[in-house]
């Protein structure tokens, strides 16, 4: 099953920065610069953990991972915006 997950990087040096915004586009949508939205299997999301753990520096740096839920109308009321809204790539999952 699938869930989605809210990963949010404190990432001090700027090329780390960029490299971790990189990876990370591969794994969900950037609501905000270190924000992310993903929708991940138990799979992708142990590789996402191991490529960032490889990617900061554990002692400069940091990284929050909430757990959302499944896709669910539960899930999508959790998630609230405001202001501008970024258009992520499975619009249908996140009609807000």
Same mark, same amino acid.
């Given at each position: 099953?699938?869930?989605?997950? +809210? ?12 490299? $971790? ?30 490529? +960032?753990?490889?990617? &900061? ?10 757990? &959302? ?5 539960? $899930?999508?009321?959790? &998630?609230?915006?405001?202001? &501008? ?12």
């Amino acid at each position: 099953m699938r869930k989605y997950y +809210l990963v949010c990087y404190d990432v001090s040096d700027a090329k780390r920065l960029r490299r $971790t915004h990189k990876l990370m586009r591969g794994f969900g949508d950037p609501l905000q610069y270190s924000v992310f939205i993903c929708f991940l299997s138990k799979v992708e999301k142990v590789v996402m953990l191991s490529k +960032l753990n490889d990617e &900061i520096n554990s002692r400069e740096d940091r990284v929050l991972v909430v757990d &959302i839920g499944p896709d669910s109308k539960r $899930t999508r009321a959790a &998630i609230e915006y405001f202001g &501008i809204q970024e258009k992520l790539r499975d619009e249908e999952c996140f009609v807000l």
